[in-house]
């Protein structure tokens, strides 16, 4: 069961380094039957990750789309550059725990995934458990009410 609203596509972007992985991801929510926003980049020449990071997060922030992945070498750039948007809780995760503990304790709603730095066939593992987590209130939604400067 989808814990978001599959009537609105996930938005997706990477820098160069991200390519690979984010055409494997495409491929497995095409496999689920999922639609997607791509904010590209659509090759591997080099790029400036922010490019990509905000039109993701500009479209979850402004609800197009129901949640966002980024990719990038290390993920900190995305992640650091969807962060500056409000409402956006972007989380670097690279393996399924951390997506997981990103949506059940942190509401997290921008998956961002070091891409240099996981196994092929492990991204799509963590975006299936992101997808399929919901957020466990109580005690964490305080804390994330917490989170907005």
Do not use: Q
């Not at 949640?67 to 992640?79: H, I, R």
């Not at 972007?90 to 725990?97: D, F, M, P, V």
Request: glycine share 10%; hydrophobic share 40%.
């Amino acid at each position: 069961m989808y814990t978001f609203d599959i009537k609105k596509p996930i938005a997706i972007g990477c820098d160069h380094a991200g390519f690979d992985c984010k055409e494997d991801l495409i491929s497995f929510l095409e496999g689920e039957g999922m639609t997607y926003k791509d904010f590209g980049t659509y090759n591997k020449d080099s790029v400036d990750y922010p490019d990509f990071a905000h039109p993701v997060a500009i479209a979850v922030e402004s609800g197009e789309a129901s949640f966002g992945v980024l990719l990038c070498g290390s993920a900190n750039g995305v992640a650091i550059t969807a962060n500056k948007h409000a409402g956006i809780r972007a989380a670097i995760c690279w393996g399924e725990e951390l997506a997981e503990l990103a949506r059940k304790h942190n509401n997290a709603n921008v998956l961002c995934i070091p891409a240099r730095f996981v196994r092929d066939g492990d991204a799509e593992k963590m975006l299936d458990v992101f997808m399929n987590t919901e957020f466990e209130g109580g005690r964490h939604a305080g804390r994330v009410a917490k989170i907005s400067a």
